[in-house]
T-cell receptor
Framework: AQSVSQHNHHVILSEAASLELGCNYSYGGTVNLFWYVQYPGQHLQLLLKYFSGDPLVKGIKGFEAEFIKSKFSFNLRKPSVQWSDTAEYFCAVKAGNNRLAFGKGNQVVVIP | DTGVSQNPRHKITKRGQNVTFRCDPISEHNRLYWYRQTLGQGPEFLTYFQNEAQLEKSRLLSDRFSAERPKGSFSTLEIQRTEQGDSAMYLC???????????FGQGTRLTVV
């Protein structure tokens, strides 16, 4: 079964700082990759997804992620965060079946 | 709101009682998923329906758990003889077969006391 690793569970940074969240997965075949975000009190929402093609994917709210197949990674980045980016971020992988496997999440707090 | 709807939003129950949650997916989505999320963890897959057929079940889904989607629209998740370890957020998601993106509801938070 596929597994997803997210490191640095708690991230605190100031507005305008750059953010990078790591995601590594374990599965050797074709994968669909996702980043979901959960703002306080809200449901999980899709930030961006990768199915095929250009490994650099751009999502909503200025986020982007890069799929590096050789490293089994799909790291999320944002050059300059805002206070409103305070949320929990989940990386998820769908591989060969119909279920999404999620990482444990990164709790990101942006200080104004 | 045309998103995924879950009811109730919160449920407090005594240990040993049965509980049932409902999920109404996005109307044109034929795929429906149940996940469970505990504090500090990401969502964990429980089960998956395509139309009314339950096609996958996780080992997490013990025999006290049962899910149905009788007409291929809404789904229910029942937990019998609840235990304190069942306390969690239960999430429902739906998707269509082409897009494969899963849309999540706001979840039902279960507290077993």
């Amino acid at each position: 079964a596929q597994s997803v690793s997210q490191h640095n569970h708690h991230v605190i940074l100031s507005e305008a700082a750059s953010l990078e969240l790591g995601c590594n997965y374990s599965y050797g075949g074709t994968v669909n990759l996702f980043w979901y975000v959960q703002y306080p009190g809200q449901h999980l929402q899709l930030l961006l997804k990768y199915f095929s093609g250009d490994p650099l994917v751009k999502g909503i709210k200025g986020f982007e992620a890069e799929f590096i197949k050789s490293k089994f990674s799909f790291n999320l980045r944002k050059p300059s965060v805002q206070w409103s980016d305070t949320a929990e971020y989940f990386c998820a992988v769908k591989a060969g079946n119909n279920r999404l496997a999620f990482g444990k999440g990164n709790q990101v707090v942006v200080i104004p | 709101d045309t998103g995924v709807s879950q009811n109730p939003r919160h449920k407090i129950t005594k240990r040993g009682q049965n509980v049932t949650f409902r999920c109404d997916p996005i109307s044109e989505h034929n795929r429906l998923y149940w996940y469970r999320q505990t504090l500090g963890q990401g969502p964990e897959f429980l089960t998956y329906f395509q139309n009314e057929a339950q096609l996958e079940k996780s080992r997490l889904l013990s025999d006290r758990f049962s899910a149905e989607r009788p007409k291929g629209s809404f789904s229910t998740l029942e937990i019998q003889r609840t235990e304190q370890g069942d306390s969690a957020m239960y999430l429902c998601a739906s998707s269509d077969p082409i897009n494969t993106e899963a849309f999540f509801g706001q979840g039902t938070r279960l507290t077993v006391v």
